[in-house]
């Protein structure tokens, strides 16, 4: 069965360095998204990600986040000038073709951690 | 936004018994409804989903019923078993999908 996969598995990251996390979504899929989960706590949206722009943002996803597609496989989440609260585990997902509410499929995550 | 509360957030069964985990949400627009498996260090994982033009679905052991004039939808899982052991995310979405908080299901042998 296809599956989303994110690199790393897990980063360290000093405060105030840049991140970039990274995800390879199903092949045929047309819907990308990032979540957050800090450790115990629920799964947060991010974002969405469409036809090469952001659909949808959370109130979490401000100016230190950005989103992209640089290739025609890769989807990747920047996050600019990391703070210690940024620690979490970052899951991205896609969903497939026709309206954007098909089953998202989600990725092993990236546990990122800042010192 | 959409608001997703979810209950209870520990609940404790004994095997062979059924389980319910009850959601509601706040925004009238949300038409797609998934849950999801989140097993210790995994990612989460769908285990049924409901849109808002069907009141109840089912697949095995498990069933999700929805009330879209109340607002809110259920998961049952019956005949538990100790694999069933996991955090369960309901969700709701409209464009964007919003978690409840979870509920920790433990089956005791």
């Known amino acids: 069965e296809p599956e989303v996969t994110q690199t790393p598995s897990h980063q360290v990251t000093q405060m105030g360095q840049e991140v970039i996390l990274r995800c390879v979504p199903i092949?045929?899929?047309?819907?990308f998204y990032w979540y957050r989960q800090i450790l115990g706590q629920k799964v947060e949206f991010l974002v969405s990600?469409?036809?090469?722009?952001?659909?949808?943002k959370s109130e979490i996803f401000d100016d230190q986040f950005s989103v992209e597609r640089p290739d025609g496989s890769n989807f990747t989440l920047k996050i600019r000038s990391t703070k210690l609260e940024d620690s979490a585990m970052y899951f991205c997902?896609?969903?497939?073709?026709?309206?954007?509410?098909?089953?998202?499929?989600f990725g092993d995550g990236t546990r990122l951690s800042i010192l | 936004g959409e608001n997703v509360e979810q209950h209870p957030s520990t609940l404790s069964v004994q095997e062979g018994d059924s389980a319910v985990i009850k959601c509601t949400y706040s925004?009238?627009?949300?038409?797609?409804f998934p849950w999801y498996k989140q097993e210790l260090g995994k990612r989460p994982q769908l285990i049924i989903d409901?849109?808002?033009?069907?009141g109840e679905k089912k697949d095995q052991r498990i069933a999700v019923t929805l009330n879209k004039t109340a607002k809110h939808f259920s998961l049952h899982i019956t005949e538990t078993q100790p694999e069933d052991s996991a955090v369960y995310f309901c969700?709701?979405?409209?464009?964007?999908?919003?978690f409840g908080a979870g509920t920790r299901l433990t089956v005791k042998p």
């Open positions: 092949s045929n899929h047309l819907y």
């Open positions: 969700a709701a979405s409209n464009n964007d999908m919003r």
């Open positions: 409901i849109r808002s033009n069907v």
């Open positions: 997902a896609s969903s497939g073709q026709g309206e954007m509410d098909q089953p998202q499929h």
């Open positions: 925004d009238s627009a949300s038409n797609y």
């Open positions: 990600f469409y036809n090469n722009e952001i659909s949808e």
